[in-house]
């Protein structure tokens, strides 16, 4: 398979969980598509070879998360406002606020990523780990934090 069918396959296998995961890190459209551009620039330069396709996905994903690591670390990222702080420009209005994608998007970051990789994506605790570098544990903690905050967010039920 040469490059271009082969980011093909990528793109078309992968880009709607790049842009998803993404989004729950950024909590920004605009971000999380330009994340997938880089993600994708970044699988055309490197010369992977993988050994299945659980490795492929945990690789792109591990590539998303530190791609998105690297945005919210960045110094531009704390230089600007949003456009509450900035304007008087009505924005519409994100996510139903009764849906259960909108009540794991209120949660914050460490949890947010948890349990979207978790439920979203089928990841286990210790893949999760392995994907956005925290020990196992940490991981069963924040599964078991998250999962309360979620119950509260989601009024008790």
């Given amino acids: 398979m040469n490059k271009n069918e082969n980011l093909e396959y ?3 296998t992968y880009a709607d969980t790049i842009l ?3 989004y729950s890190y950024l909590k920004n459209l605009q971000d999380a598509q330009d994340v997938s551009q880089t993600v994708f620039v970044k699988l055309l330069i490197a010369k992977q070879n993988f050994k299945s396709k659980d ?4 690789f792109i994903l591990r590539m998303t998360a530190n791609v998105c690591k690297d ?5 531009w990222r704390n230089r600007t406002c949003t456009m509450e702080h900035c304007g008087e420009i009505v924005a519409p209005k994100e996510d139903d606020d ?10 914050e970051d460490k949890y947010r990523c948890v349990i979207y ?4 994506e089928g990841y286990k605790a210790y893949e999760i780990g392995k994907i956005i570098g925290v020990p196992t544990p940490t991981i069963h903690t924040r599964l078991v934090r998250g999962r309360e905050k979620l119950k509260k967010v989601l009024g008790g039920e």
């Fill in 10 to 12: 990528l793109v078309y």
């Fill in 20 to 22: 998803r995961f993404s």
């Fill in 55 to 58: 490795h492929e996905k945990a």
């Fill in 71 to 75: 945005i919210l670390k960045s110094s």
């Fill in 98 to 107: 009764s849906s259960i994608l909108w009540a794991v998007n209120q949660l």
């Fill in 117 to 120: 990789l978790h439920y979203y």
